[in-house]
């Protein structure tokens, strides 16, 4: 047994078994002992005991079968008929009432207040007035209080292990719905990983076959290069794809290449070069630590940016420039294009995905038309890794 000791399993199975079963060996068991004094000793006179002896050493044990049905019923029966043992001459001196301390202890256990606390305060009243002796009564006063406390902390530590049961059951339902709420966000994310890789593919996919019929006469050089890109940008969102549905395979686990970062930019932007927009790469400051999920967020945001640009833009110059302050990592992509509707704050799913994963890490996102000339501006601000 691992992390169970054979009380708790015997405690175990003692519950898995019907309660009437159980009390009623119990029962059975105290009812023998209850007998004892009659079976096993002879009568200083010679005669049998009296048959009154017998009829309640029985009457006094047998209903504790039903005690955790009717504890308080059962106590009751059980003291009364105890009491009744004296009546007859020739009977055997009982030195402890078995029965009656284990109803003491069920009612203990099992009873609410008020019902518990009555059964006590009659008893005592009880014990006052029957008693022979200062003797007799001092030794049932300590049994009964004993019987009692034992089932108080009986009841005490029942009332322990539920609330523990229920608060490992709380803890496991909490986990299973935050995994549940992990998942969803994984999903999400590899939602808006494949919307980006798509986007951004497509776009310039559809880009260079526009082209190619254009030129494919009068420049078989420049149209070639364009079916390269195109066969380029399918590749990359293939490998790309394949990663991200690797990770949903749930029986498999196959080797994952690592996510785009922010070291992939200047290959991103030598990719959407070969559509014909010339894509410029800058980087000042001091390069600082950067979250994983940061990193990530920094390329997909360029990428989504890059993809309206080639979309939307009428473009031919982008710049994707990198600024490193003590805190922050900045991040401007920037067009002379003429796609002022992009400007708008609600306009399109590119730029609300944009701002959604710059406050995923706890940065912020501005898009606009540039103010030092045509086209339009993405800045990206981004937390630095705590040092």
């Given at each position: ?354 701002r959604e994963r710059a406050a995923a890490c ?26």
């Amino acid at each position: 047994m691992s992390d169970l000791t054979l009380v708790d399993v015997a405690r175990r199975r003692l519950q898995a078994l019907p309660q009437l079963w159980v009390d009623g060996v119990l029962a059975g068991l105290i009812t023998v002992i209850q007998l004892w004094p009659l079976l096993s000793a002879q009568s200083a006179t010679g005669r049998p005991w009296h048959w009154w002896a017998y009829v309640v050493a029985v009457g006094a044990s047998l209903p504790l079968a039903w005690r955790r049905r009717a504890p308080v019923t059962v106590l009751v029966l059980s003291l009364c008929t105890s009491e009744l043992y004296d009546l007859a001459d020739n009977v055997a001196r009982q030195p402890i009432w078995y029965g009656v301390l284990v109803g003491f202890y069920t009612v203990a256990a099992y009873s609410s207040r008020v019902p518990r606390i009555s059964v006590l305060m009659l008893a005592f009243a009880g014990t006052l007035l029957t008693a022979g002796s200062w003797d007799t009564l001092l030794r049932g006063t300590v049994q009964v209080v004993a019987a009692y406390a034992i089932g108080r902390a009986a009841a005490t530590s029942r009332a322990h292990a539920a609330a523990l049961e229920e608060r490992a059951a709380r803890l496991e339902r909490e986990r299973q719905m935050e995994a549940e709420r992990a998942a969803e966000r994984e999903r999400a994310r590899i939602a808006r990983d494949m919307h980006d890789i798509l986007a951004h593919a497509v776009s310039l996919m559809v880009v260079q076959a526009e082209a190619g019929p254009v030129v494919v006469r009068s420049n078989p050089a420049r149209a070639e290069a364009a079916f390269d890109a195109i066969a380029a940008a399918g590749r990359d969102a293939m490998v790309q794809l394949r990663r991200l549905l690797g990770v949903l395979k749930e029986d498999e686990h196959p080797p994952r290449l690592p996510q785009p970062t922010l070291g992939d930019l200047p290959a991103l932007a030598g990719q959407v070069h070969r559509t014909g927009l010339d894509v410029a790469f800058a980087e000042t400051g001091e390069p600082r630590p950067i979250a994983p999920d940061s990193a990530v967020a920094a390329y997909r945001i360029t990428q989504e940016a890059l993809t309206n640009i080639v979309k939307h833009a009428g473009a031919d110059r982008a710049d994707i420039r990198l600024t490193w302050e003590d805190d922050n990592l900045v991040i401007d992509i920037s067009d002379n294009g003429t796609g002022g509707d992009r400007a708008l704050p609600s306009g399109g799913n590119g730029l609300i995905g944009i701002r959604e994963r710059a406050a995923a890490c706890g940065g912020d996102a501005t898009a606009g038309p540039r103010q030092d000339g045509p086209g339009f501006l993405v800045s990206v601000r981004l937390p630095l890794a705590a040092s």
